[in-house]
Nanobody, 120 residues
Framework: QVQLVESGGGLVQPGGSLRLSCAAS????????MGWERQGPGKQREWVAV??????TYASVVEGRFAISRDNARNTVYLEMNSLRPEDTAVYYC???????????????WGQGTHVTVSP
């Protein structure tokens, strides 16, 4: 079994900052990509950012404002969100691509989602 636990969401004013965390635990042999997606009210789910073992990539709408990082020793991925805008309001979901055993294949696991609300 693998569990992903997210934390760090909340209410913040426009221009403010929040830091999301997502910790993976359980049967983990190896991890490749760790990333975030979000779904705003009445909107389709969209990809936000990914941290591979060697690089990071961002959606254009968040590039320069958000920073993704990972702590491989703790199997944890973070999303530092700065200069937040009302349109960043969404449920944020982390994902982690995990190999549970040497003979397994990489499978994507998802966090439970954390709410971020940007409002005056």
């Amino acid at each position: 079994q693998v569990q992903l636990v997210e934390s760090g969401g909340g209410l913040v004013q426009p221009g403010g900052s929040l830091r999301l965390s997502c910790a993976a635990s359980g049967s983990i042999f190896s991890i490749t990509d760790m990333g975030w997606e979000r779904q705003g009210p009445g909107k389709q789910r969209e990809w936000v950012a990914v941290a591979t073992k060697s690089s990071t990539t961002y959606a254009s709408v968040v590039e320069g404002r958000f920073a993704i990082s990972r702590d491989n020793a703790r199997n944890t991925v973070y999303l530092e969100m700065n200069s937040l805008r009302p349109e960043d309001t969404a449920v944020y979901y982390c994902y982690v691509d995990i190999l549970r055993t040497r003979s397994d294949i990489f499978r994507r696991h998802w966090g439970q989602g954390t709410h971020v609300t940007v409002s005056p």
